[in-house]
């Protein structure tokens, strides 16, 4: 005898697709098994005729519609008025004790760093520097629209019940000034139900696995229902194929779409963005330290103006900030009042206290750098330094 498959209509899986099953037959033949059917693919994403047509939303789509533009305000938006002036510019020196504590403090964070110079250095001269950086914040709110999709549990249905309202007339809860955050608001109006298109409405899939066949050939006998000679394998039972794990042997899955519901809710998915757009200027100083290591301080805040819309700053000492301001003003107004609300615009000059310290240890003359407002030390040929190893 042989191992023959039984009918492919004795036994079927809910797509119709034959499960082979074998009956024993005389050893010394190899077993004998039906092919699985072919692996069957749902559509990769929802198809174009899925999406209703909403007023107001026309040119949206899934995956998303790009951003809306903000409507044109009902109201001119108000003028922009100059900052207050600033009657004082000057950069306030730090003290020779000061600068000796901030030494010290970096030699003891440094392992290989003796503190001797830091404590013994007889400080010859201390230079300040006046160095400047200006910040322009821009506050957005941008939205956009995607069709989105979800499985059907019950939720509201209600398309075409009345017209939608307007991406920019839906309210959302925005966070404080210069937060960022992000909302996803579901579109009034706009949720309809459709037969899930990756499954064609079943909730169940032909396994990937098994090709919807519910069983694989057996890895241990490689599909001969033997393992030598004439011993049958028990792996199998002799049949050269096993149940597939992934299905527990069903040939199908439950959709990963619609997770098993049939049905979709289609809707439009609002996405609401708050963010700070911020550039820098800092300004070029020649103490000989690296422009760098000024972006991990903070400085006293000399200058300070938030409004709708900002004028450039007047007035400061050192034109090349004014320049910056001008410079950054007129980017901004280009690049985001177009594109998106402009809910507000920040302003601020810092000043960042940078302090040249020349000292002599040991008959020669050595120099640091004290800066920020968390007096840190910049102190790039340490005198007294030894070679750690770690063994």
């Given at each position: ?43 990769s ?46 950069i ?18 440094k ?32 939205r ?45 109006y ?35 229902g ?21 299905c ?72 090349t ?71």
């Open positions: 005898m042989e191992y023959q498959p039984i009918a492919s209509g004795s036994q079927s899986n809910k797509y119709g697709m034959a499960n082979p099953c074998y009956a024993p037959a005389a050893t010394g033949t190899p077993a004998m098994f039906a092919p699985p059917t072919a692996e069957s693919h749902g559509p994403a929802p198809p174009a005729t899925m999406f209703d047509s909403m007023p107001g939303y026309e040119g949206t789509v899934a995956g998303g519609g790009g951003f809306l533009p903000p409507p044109m305000p009902a109201h001119p938006a108000p003028q922009p008025t100059p900052g207050l002036d600033q009657p004082c510019w000057n306030p020196s730090i003290s020779e004790d000061t600068a000796r504590e901030a030494f010290m403090l970096f030699a003891s964070s392992c290989c760093y003796s503190s001797a110079p830091a404590k013994d250095g007889v400080i010859t001269n201390m230079e300040a520097f006046n160095t400047y950086r200006y910040r322009l914040e821009t506050f957005t709110e941008s956009s629209t995607e069709w989105s999709h979800e499985p059907y549990t019950g939720q509201t249905v209600d398309a075409f019940a009345q017209p939608p309202p307007g991406p920019w007339d839906i309210h959302a809860n925005a966070p404080n000034l210069f937060v960022e955050g992000k909302q996803c608001i579901k579109v009034p706009t949720s309809s139900l459709k037969n899930c298109h990756s499954c064609v409405g079943m909730g169940r899939k032909p396994c990937k696995d098994c090709a919807g066949a519910g069983n694989k050939l057996c890895w241990v006998c490689n599909g001969s033997f393992r030598s000679g004439d011993d049958r394998c028990h792996h199998c039972n002799g049949r050269g194929r096993e149940n597939c794990n992934r527990n042997g069903q040939g199908s899955r439950m959709c990963e779409i619609c997770h098993g519901k049939q049905q979709l809710l289609v809707y439009i998915n609002l996405t609401v963005k708050w963010t700070n757009n911020t550039d820098n200027y800092v300004v070029e100083q020649c103490s000989g330290l690296q422009l760098e290591n000024l972006n991990k301080v903070s400085g006293k805040e000399l200058f300070k103006d938030s409004q709708m819309m900002v004028y450039p700053v007047m007035g400061f000492p050192d034109p900030v004014v320049q910056a301001s001008q410079r950054l003003v007129s980017e901004h107004q280009g690049k985001y009042f177009q594109t998106s609300r402009v809910l507000q615009q920040r302003q601020t000059i810092e000043l960042i206290p940078v302090t040249k310290v020349t000292y002599t240890w040991k008959g020669k003359s050595h120099l640091y750098f004290v800066y920020g407002n968390e007096f840190q030390v910049s102190a790039d040929n340490y005198p007294a330094t030894c070679c750690c190893s770690v063994m």
